[in-house]
């Protein structure tokens, strides 16, 4: 088969498209033609070297895809060949077909094409495991989302409000403040010209955020925790702001009854995975498959120009998702 093949670390034009071997079902394992991959922040720190694969997972980029069974392993129930499925990966996205652990799997929601499926399974299992599964986010609080533009900020926004939450987001432009308006966002922030703190207290009454979900790391770490509600929690998926390390005032948190989290899903246990997948099937494809949450998908590449993608992504101009199209689909 072919694939996105990589020459060394670097910028995208390291990205190329060349054969390597197929995948193999194991044990447990379905074989998936894939039809599109979502490209994803850690796609792009792998390419440059700063993202190293974990342990077992293959070497080709690509975090989802979406596609159809083509080859089952041993002890896969429930799935057959023709079923058109997306998954969430350990890697191997960016190729003509991967194998998938048959856990990892999910049906494409009714009314979502196949390709802009690929765009769902990283942000609708980041998304649900951070707000639902760990900070609890229940109908009437408000989150503060960061990143409203971002594919996570995006289906974060539009899950919030189908659960009944209020939604603060930020972003960086007034073009994607719109973008988070027509997804249901009640207030949104410019976070160059505006503050969020002082922004967020206005919208919700003096009170605060009870959760936050937040991208940007260090540098926004005490102000996140500003601008927290009593028995607010802070959850923490990224550090686009360039740093990890920050002093944490632990007296505010007291104070506060607060709580401040961090996780990446990517280097989670295979069980942990496993538990979210099913977890966003029982509780989030219902709403996708209202029509309640749409995939939000910015442009469509073809593998073989795997390279734009990248560095479009990397622009910071993108609405939503990024996705790579298999040549042959
Ligand atoms: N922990 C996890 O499991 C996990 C999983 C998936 C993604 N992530 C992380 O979540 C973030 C969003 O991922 P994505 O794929 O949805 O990203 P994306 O679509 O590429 O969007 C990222 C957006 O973040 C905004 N941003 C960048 N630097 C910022 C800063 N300093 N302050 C505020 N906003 C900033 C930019 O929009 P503006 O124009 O508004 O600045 C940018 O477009 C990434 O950091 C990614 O690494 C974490």
Known sequence: MFAVTMSRPGGPEVLGWGEVDPPVAGAGDVVVDVRAAGVNNADLLQRQGHYPVPAGASPILGLEVSGVISGIGADVVGWSVGDRVCALLTGGGYAEQVAVPADLLLPVPAGVDLVSSAGLPEAACTVYSNLAMNAGLRAGETLLVHGGGSGIGTFAIQWAKAVGARVVATAGSAAKLDRCLELGADHV????????????????????????????????????????APDGRLVVIGSAGGGGAAPLDLGILMRKRASVSATTLRARPHAQKAAIVAAVRAEVWPLVDLGRIRPVVDSVFSMTDAGHAHALLAAGATVGKVLLTAPAG
């Open 189 to 228: 922030v410019n976070y160059r010209t505006h503050d969020f703190v002082a922004e967020t207290r206005a919208a919700t009454g003096g009170v605060g955020a009870d959760v936050v979900l937040d991208i940007v790391g260090g540098d926004y770490l005490a102000r996140n925790i500003e601008t927290l």
